[in-house]
C-alpha cells in the first residue's frame, strides 16, 4: 500500500518500529535523468518501490512512493484558487507519462492508499473551509481516486508525526475488502471529469457525480 502525502523521516521511522509493517522507501536513481521509464524519474523511482514492495511477505508493506504523485499533484493545482488558473496541460502530460509507464508494465496500483491529510493555513485540512468560508482545493487521493473505491482509500487526519503515526497503525487494522481497481485510462479520465463540488462527506458516502 502506498503512503501519499508528505511523510517526513520523523513520521516514517515511527511508522516502521512495528514488528509487521515493513516501510519500503523509494531509491533515487544512479544518476539524473538515468531512471528506467518512459515517464521519468519520479515514475519510475516510485515503480520500482512498488516491485520492491511486492516480494515481501508481511502483514502489511507502506511504499513511500507513488508513481500518480506528480499527476495528482497536477490535478490539485489546477483547483487551487489562491493562484493564477491553470489550464489541463500540465495534468494531461503527467498523465500521459503515467499511462505510458502503466502500460509498459511499470506499475499497479497498490491494494489501498494510506493519505496523510494535509494541513493548510489557518489550521484547516484538505478539502476543508478556509477563514472566511472559502474551500480548501481538493486533493486527487480524497476526490477522485476514493470517489471510485472508497474502501481503497484510507485518511489519516492528524498533525504531530507520532500522531500520524498511529492514525496509521489504526488505518491498517481497519482496512476494508472492496473491488480492485478500475484499469488506469478510467481512473484518469474519472479525474478529468471529477465536480470538486460535489465531495463525499464521508468515505461511506453517496457516489460523488462525475461531470459528463
Do not use: C
Not at 58 to 85: F, G, H, K, N, R
Not at 129 to 155: C, K, M, S, T
Request: no cysteine.
Amino acid at each position: 500500500m502506498v503512503l501519499a502525502g508528505q511523510p517526513g523521516d520523523v513520521l516514517l521511522t515511527a511508522v516502521s518500529r512495528p514488528a509487521n509493517v515493513i516501510l519500503v522507501r523509494p531509491e533515487a536513481p544512479a544518476s539524473p535523468g538515468s531512471a528506467d521509464g518512459i515517464a521519468g524519474d519520479g515514475i519510475a523511482v516510485a515503480a520500482a518501490a512498488l516491485r520492491r514492495a511486492a516480494r515481501i511477505s508481511s502483514p502489511y508493506v507502506l511504499v513511500a512512493a507513488d508513481p500518480l504523485a506528480a499527476m495528482a499533484a497536477q490535478w490539485q493545482a489546477m483547483w487551487e484558487l489562491t493562484q493564477a488558473p491553470r489550464g489541463t496541460e500540465a495534468f494531461e502530460v503527467r498523465a500521459g507519462e503515467a499511462l505510458a509507464a502503466w502500460r509498459a508494465g511499470q506499475f499497479e496500483l497498490p491494494d489501498y492508499y494510506l493519505v496523510l491529510a494535509r494541513e493548510q493555513p489557518g489550521g484547516a485540512r484538505t478539502g476543508g473551509a478556509q477563514p472566511g468560508g472559502q474551500e480548501q482545493p481538493p486533493d486527487f487521493y480524497l476526490g477522485p481516486l476514493r470517489a471510485l473505491r472508497p474502501h481503497r482509500v484510507a485518511v489519516v487526519a492528524a498533525k504531530e508525526p507520532a500522531e500520524q503515526a498511529a492514525g496509521i497503525v489504526s488505518a491498517l487494522g481497519s482496512l476494508r475488502h472492496g473491488r480492485w481497481w478500475p484499469p488506469l485510462p478510467d481512473v484518469i479520465d474519472a479525474a478529468r471529469r471529477f465536480y470538486p463540488g460535489s465531495l463525499s462527506a464521508t468515505p461511506d458516502g453517496p457516489a460523488v457525480p462525475l461531470l459528463r
